[in-house]
């Protein structure tokens, strides 16, 4: 196959079977909902179909370890490895706050609240998520 080579892997984390594709010819990596990378998107876990966000911060760990040039997410534009490595550190990032959060007594509305403030994530669609966060993460 040469440079036409794919690689698929199923791998857990926005949902518990989301896929992603190596084209390791063109350097390109494909993550699908794993990945948003705009602003505006929030990075989401879907609960419901067997997402994590523990799965997903070690999935992004798996996906670091590609030796890409591009990576094509979900939801906006094209990334840079160095781009998925900031992703990475924001998902860890909400990852270990809501922990703390939990951990001392926080409700929703707060954690909310502090999410917003610190990451730009916790309003809108994601605030959906913060119930499950919760039980998660705790």
């Known amino acids: ?3 036409k080579e794919i690689h698929l ?3 857990q984390g926005h949902t518990q079977g989301d896929t992603i594709a190596w084209l390791p010819g063109a350097r390109v990596l494909v993550a699908g909902d794993l990945v948003t990378t705009a602003d505006s998107i929030p990075v989401i876990v879907n609960y419901a179909d067997g997402g994590s966000w523990l799965a997903l911060e ?3 760990d798996e996906l670091a370890a590609y030796d890409f ?3 094509i997410g979900g939801h906006g ?3 840079s490895k160095s781009e998925l490595l900031t992703f ?3 998902v860890s990032g909400i990852i270990a706050r ?3 959060l939990v951990r001392q007594g926080s409700d929703r509305e707060a954690i909310a609240a502090a ?3 610190e990451f730009n994530w916790g309003g809108g669609l994601a605030t959906g998520n913060i119930p499950d966060m919760m039980q998660e993460l705790k």
């Open 115 to 117: 999410l917003l403030a």
């Open 1 to 3: 196959m040469g440079g």
């Open 58 to 60: 070690s999935a992004l």
């Open 88 to 90: 990475r550190q924001k």
């Open 98 to 100: 809501v922990r703390t």
């Open 77 to 79: 534009p094209v990334i």
């Open 69 to 71: 040039d591009y990576l």
């Open 9 to 11: 892997r199923e791998i």
